[in-house]
T-cell receptor, first 117, second 114 residues
Framework: GAVVSQHPSWVICKSGTSVKIECRSL??????MFWYRQFPKQSLMLMAT?????????EQGVEKDKFLINHASLTLSTLTVTSAHPEDSSFYIC?????????????FGPGTRLLVL | AQSVTQPDIHITVSEGASLELRCNYS??????LFWYVQSPGQGLQLLLK??????LVQGIKGFEAEFKRSQSSFNLRKPSVHWSDAAEYFC????????????FGKGTTLSVSS
């Protein structure tokens, strides 16, 4: 149990286009999902916290108008990179907390690698 | 603010040898502590976690970690490393309030030599 999927796993796009990444909890309901970004050989940096039915909370330095997050259901959160540029190329990872889990365990998706040309 | 430090950027261990990866945290109260492993190009897999109780926790793949409050440490250990353990290891902490995200250390890359 506690499987999180991400789609797509790989995406290559032209500069200026928008890319949507989906994060789904497959076998549990997630009231809270998190989006992280990871540059090569570096750690994961939290971008935003996504709560179902409310606006996402963005970390300092993360442009909310550029990285649009929608958490419309208890099993799906989406991250849209708008007007992507080469510097947005990165590995984007989501995680989800089980709504029924009293503990703070997060389950991670496999990540989405974005390459902006 | 809470933080996590992994002092070792890269460690090489011979296959069959023991392993210890260091993790120190900075936090006022008792933190929730985690170790994750990431294989190249993959997401993160939870190895083990500590919330309370027995300070020696057992995880998957033969890993264990010990919470030492006096040293603010949560070091990861394995008695005998296998070549498949080569990966990136992240220590993480979360504030013990619901819904707070993880704070990760910078990671330790483990290489296994034959």
């Amino acid at each position: 149990g506690a499987v999180v999927s991400q789609h797509p796993s790989w995406v290559i796009c032209k500069s200026g286009t928008s890319v949507k990444i989906e994060c789904r909890s497959l076998d549990f309901q997630a009231t809270t999902m998190f989006w992280y970004r990871q540059f090569p050989k570096q750690s994961l940096m939290l971008m935003a916290t996504s709560n179902e039915g409310s606006k996402a909370t963005y970390e300092q330095g993360v442009e909310k108008d550029k990285f649009l997050i929608n958490h419309a259901s208890l099993t799906l959160s989406t991250l849209t990179v708008t007007s992507a540029h080469p510097e947005d190329s990165s590995f984007y990872i989501c995680s989800a907390r089980n709504a029924r889990d009293n503990q703070e365990t997060q389950y991670f998706g496999p990540g989405t690698r974005l390459l902006v040309l | 603010a809470q933080s996590v430090t992994q002092p070792d950027i890269h460690i090489t261990v011979s296959e069959g040898a023991s392993l210890e990866l260091r993790c120190n945290y900075s936090y006022g109260a008792t933190p929730y502590l985690f170790w994750y492993v990431q294989s190249p190009g993959q997401g993160l897999q939870l190895l083990l976690k500590y919330f309370s109780g027995d300070t020696l926790v057992q995880g998957i793949k033969g890993f264990e970690a010990e919470f030492k409050r006096s040293q603010s440490s949560f070091n990861l250990r394995k008695p005998s490393v296998h070549w498949s353990d080569a990966a990136e290891y992240f220590c993480a902490v979360v504030h013990n309030q619901a819904g707070t995200a993880l704070i990760f250390g910078k990671g330790t890359t483990l290489s296994v030599s034959s």
